[in-house]
């Protein structure tokens, strides 16, 4: 069985002119691909693949998962699964619910999709100190970010910066003076699914699962703080939504970003299944021994899912 990751899914905001996005269009045409080569499978069936442990005729089909509880997910994928009697799983991070602020991991994008990458870049230089880059780094730094670019060189540098060099402790900080340099106004109210929106999801047999409260990587953190991160973002979510379904998605994905303890809470916390960032298909055997690090694809590995 498939199961595919998507981001953003929506249509082109002048707004935001170097965005990276799935276009609508061509989300309907994967799906389309998706429906003719290998079909769906239903929220029963997969259910019921969780409980027999095998896959028999889902061994085939594809499952449509979507991170970040970004606002195109009710505004197109959730209106464009309906229309088709499809469902999803839908992964969120509670932090901008709880706090009412987006998160910093989108707020780059934002960034990214309304400058320039060379223009990012030199005035996030403006503000950066050698002190907030941790020793260890300092040579790989130096190294990687004076060297001669091209603007999408720009917006990986930049992005690389703050995602990968700076102590997190600054980073919130950096981006607000980035932002307020450019002139530019992030919109908390239109960003993420509103929380009545995301229970009619999830009443209507779309699944709503934990993607933790704030997105970090959680292989950064001690395990008593991805306890907080995963029993407090289901908490949230038990509160509000009331899930029927127990399941967490891996914040970044890929083996380097959870670790042995981060797999422990998700079973001392009695998730039923979990999602991570691995380019094969779910077999019996994953029921069983990955079943809180199941394999998923992204979107751009199959036809149409090329971001624009
Ligand atoms: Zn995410």
């Given at each position: 069985m498939k199961a595919i990751m998507y981001h953003y899914v929506r249509e082109f905001n002048p707004e935001l002119p170097n965005f990276r996005f799935l276009d609508v269009e061509n989300f309907q045409k994967q799906l389309d691909f998706f429906e003719e080569r290998f079909d769906f499978v239903s929220k029963e069936e997969w259910l019921e693949v969780l409980i027999s442990k095998k896959l028999e005729n889902a061994k085939k089909k594809v499952l449509l998962t979507f991170d970040d509880a970004l606002s195109c997910h009710y505004e197109y994928v959730y209106k464009l699964l309906k229309?088709?009697?499809?469902?999803?799983?839908?992964?969120?991070p509670t932090q901008p619910y709880q706090k009412n602020k987006i998160l910093d991991v989108h707020r780059i994008h934002l960034l990214c999709g309304?400058?320039?990458?060379?223009?990012?870049l030199a005035t996030l230089g403006n503000f950066l100190d050698k002190k907030m880059i941790p020793d260890e780094k300092q040579k790989e730094f130096r190294e990687q970010t004076y060297t001669r670019q091209t603007n999408y060189d720009g917006v990986t540098k930049f992005k690389r910066i703050l995602n990968y060099f700076v102590n997190y402790k600054y980073r919130a900080d950096l981006i607000d003076l980035v932002a307020h340099k450019l002139n530019y106004t992030f919109q908390f109210s239109d960003f993420y699914v509103p929380v009545d929106k995301l229970k009619e999801m999830q009443l209507t047999g779309n699944i709503i699962g934990s993607h933790s409260v704030s997105h970090p990587v959680m292989s950064k953190l001690t395990k008593i703080d991805q306890e907080i991160e995963i029993k407090d973002s289901f908490g949230y979510l038990s509160t509000n939504i009331r899930p029927d379904v127990k399941t967490y998605c891996h914040p970044y994905g890929g083996f380097h970003s959870f670790n042995d303890q981060t797999v422990k809470v998700l079973e001392d916390s009695r998730v039923e299944f979990s999602f991570n960032v691995e380019s094969r298909d779910i077999c019996d055997?994953?029921?069983?021994?990955s079943i809180q690090f199941l394999p998923r694809y992204d979107c751009n590995e199959f036809p149409f899912g090329k971001a624009s």
């Open positions: 229309k088709r009697g499809l469902w999803g799983i839908f992964y969120v309304a400058f320039d990458g060379l223009d990012l055997d994953d029921l069983v021994s």
